[in-house]
């Protein structure tokens, strides 16, 4: 199967080719709330005479907008068609998952400017050249770089404002996996995602977060504060309204740079890692450690051990949630139940060992498991996880510690869930 990859590139646009994708932007958006206030009207019609009105589906919405497109928003013409057509298809895709699971996608609401503002441009309506991109009804747009690999198709291209920088997101299809050089290091390891610190590694390797949300949350508060203080539609309103983007971008960007630095550290060194498979909706329920997690980043830093250890032929083990791994006593393999968040250091109730460090506890226990799942079914069903463990319990892929542990390992599950 062939492997897409998108690659964000900024782009050098003058002040005309600013305004243009300020426009296409705006026609995005126009459409979309369009489609919004349009959708339920068509249902209710439906809903009285179905003979006569078709259910609103998003076809019937893109016929019905391009059919009055000329006579009530002329000024669309002038940017790429693709534009309004993409904002109805996604439009679509927001009703058919807010049906398909009421609970995680909100109906779709009217889009605000200025946040996700974008626009989509279809493969056959766009080229990119060196570092350059024709855009059409527009002409060539300066990229800040060229294309990172050499893609068999280019499958699309999304323009992004970002504060007041724009950028183009190239999703390419690759003809083969483009493999990078493998881990140094063979063997494994186990990574602890601490609240204090970014991640604790089993090796002893510890690093520390970005807190950069942290250290800019009292700048954002103030800005937000400002912010409303300002007259709705002022310049002042404006400025104001940039600068809180720019720091919010800031923090992103730090996020951003810290997770890559540590999932490159990671693939680069080790074959396989093991992690958590952190609950992180139940942990933001948990109002005190909510920001610092959400600051962290979770779902993005296993995105990016997946793509990276793959491409080194690595492999990311992601241990169950039910896993006690800060709870098992590295010297006699049993649970401390008693083990609560605040404790950093612990003595076993069992055996009386000292843990000096609840994390690279943690962390150990983690690469032991992760070590004795890998090269398992790469399955990730809970009934592999179970086989998995199961398999571990036998004694067939680890060496283990001691017969309680094997018993906790397999009864923590079953009573945790
Ligand atoms: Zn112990």
Redesign the pocket.
């Known amino acids: 199967m062939p492997e897409s990859r998108a690659h964000v590139i900024e782009l050098n646009p003058n002040n005309k080719q600013r305004t243009y994708f300020a426009r296409a932007c705006g026609c995005a958006r126009k459409a979309y709330n369009w489609g919004v206030d349009e959708w339920p009207r068509l249902y209710a019609l439906h809903k009285a005479d179905p003979s006569n009105h078709p259910k609103p589906d998003e076809m019937l919405l893109r016929r019905l907008f391009n059919a009055i497109k000329r006579k009530q928003f002329p000024y669309m013409l002038e940017v790429t068609k693709c534009a309004p057509q993409q904002a109805l298809r996604n439009l679509g895709r927001a009703y058919t998952n807010h049906w398909r699971d009421p609970k995680r996608f909100q109906l779709p609401k009217h889009k605000k400017k200025y946040c996700d503002d974008s626009f989509y441009i279809s493969n056959d309506q766009f080229e990119v050249k060196g570092s350059r991109i024709r855009i059409p009804k527009l002409g060539w747009v300066r990229m800040r770089e060229s294309l990172r690999f050499d893609p068999a198709k280019i499958l699309s291209a999304t323009i992004v404002r970002s504060t007041d920088r724009w950028f183009v997101s190239l999703s390419c299809e690759l003809s083969e996996i483009q493999h990078a050089k493998p881990a140094d290091n063979q063997g494994s390891v186990g990574v602890d995602l601490g609240v204090s610190e970014l991640a604790v590694c089993s090796n002893g390797y510890r690093i520390e977060g970005p807190k950069a949300y942290a250290a800019n949350v009292k700048k954002l508060k103030r800005l937000q504060r400002g912010l409303s203080r300002q007259k709705k539609g002022s310049k002042r309103r404006a400025r104001r309204r940039l600068e809180l983007a720019k720091v919010h971008y800031r923090i992103a960007c730090l996020r951003k740079e810290s997770l890559h630095q540590l999932t490159h550290y990671l693939t680069s060194h080790f074959h396989t890692i093991g992690i958590e498979d952190l609950n992180v909706g139940g942990l933001l329920k948990n109002h005190r450690l909510a920001m610092r997690i959400a600051d962290m980043g979770f779902y993005e830093f296993r995105r990016q051990l997946a793509y990276k250890s793959q491409a080194r032929g690595g492999e990311l083990v992601v241990v169950d949630r039910y896993f006690p791994s800060s709870r098992l006593?590295r010297?006699?393999g049993?649970k401390n139940e008693g083990l609560k968040l605040s404790d950093r250091q612990w003595r076993?109730p069992?055996?009386?060992?000292f843990i000096a460090d609840r994390d690279l506890n943690a962390a150990l226990n983690i690469r032991d498991i992760a070590a004795s799942y890998a090269g398992a079914d790469p399955t990730n069903s809970s009934s592999g996880r179970m086989q998995a463990l199961a398999r571990e319990s036998e004694g067939l892929r680890v060496k283990p510690r001691s017969v309680n542990r094997k018993e906790n390992v397999k009864s923590s599950l079953i009573r945790f869930e």
């Open positions: 006593c010297e006699c049993q076993c069992h055996c009386g060992a």
